[in-house]
């Protein structure tokens, strides 16, 4: 499969992109192989990956170690990585750890949360400074206390409106594509219409313009049901740990 590039992507409206998380260079090499058309390496590898309560505790160097593993087990995939919590405070702090990520990764895109105004700002000069960035609205997780909890965003009116303000500010301000995460689907669907630029749901109905999951959730690699809004094409943890008791059966014979 061809590897997609800025272009490919801002033409993909209603295409179906699919986007999958991958935090090692295994499994990197394994997505390499496939026909996916690109990879997060999310902020949610501190759950996953470090056993983190929240993706709060994941630092900048964390971050570039597992991109980088990343990047070279998957150099024929579109990379896109997270920006830690604490990394984008301000806009020259956002400049600094967004360069970062991007030379010592070589991915090809940055991800933040959130539609503030200095965000705003910090995303028109990484697009000035030639770091294409994606945007993340809804559910946030970084802001997970200060939101009290998960939840379902855009159930009410207001709520509605600010994601809709905020997705077409997002856009204005040079995003590339838009992650929307636990949006309510009918608001989902009409912010998906009105942009120009692809939406990536999760857990937000199946009407935006592509999807992404965690593998993790997707291949049941832990010990937990995944969200509801993922149905699990496997249990690998049940199975490994299945086959493992049996080498331990086998090896004591």
């Not at 026909?35 to 964390?62: A, F, K, Q, R």
């Not at 692809?198 to 009407?207: A, F, N």
């Amino acid at each position: 499969m061809k590897k997609l590039n800025l272009r490919d992507i801002r033409k993909s409206k209603q295409k179906n992109l699919q986007v999958l998380t991958c935090y090692d260079f295994q499994t990197a090499i394994l997505l390499n192989q496939t026909d996916l058309d690109m990879i997060l390496v999310g902020d949610s590898l501190g759950n996953v990956m470090l056993g983190y309560e929240t993706t709060i505790e994941v630092s900048l160097t964390e971050m570039e170690i597992f991109a980088g593993a990343v990047r070279r087990g998957a150099p024929d995939k579109f990379l896109i990585v997270d920006m830690p919590f604490g990394s984008y405070s301000t806009i020259p702090q956002g400049i600094h750890s967004a360069t970062k990520l991007f030379q010592k990764t070589r991915a090809e895109a940055v991800k933040l949360e959130g539609a503030f105004p200095y965000q705003l700002k910090l995303i028109e000069r990484l697009t000035q400074t030639g770091i294409p960035v994606m945007g993340h609205i809804g559910l946030t997780p970084q802001s997970v206390h200060q939101l009290g909890g998960y939840f379902t965003h855009g159930k009410n009116e207001s709520s509605a409106e600010r994601l809709m303000k905020e997705a077409k500010a997002l856009e204005a301000a040079g995003v590339f594509s838009l992650v929307l995460e636990m949006v309510d689907e009918n608001v989902a669907t009409e912010i998906s219409k009105s942009l120009s630029i692809p939406t990536i749901g999760i857990g937000s109905g199946k009407k935006t313009d592509g999807q992404v999951l965690v593998i993790n959730d997707l291949l049941k690699l832990g010990p937990n049901m995944p969200p509801k809004f993922c149905t699990p094409v496997a249990d690998l943890f049940e199975t490994k740990k299945e086959l493992i008791n049996q080498y331990l059966v086998d090896q004591r014979k």
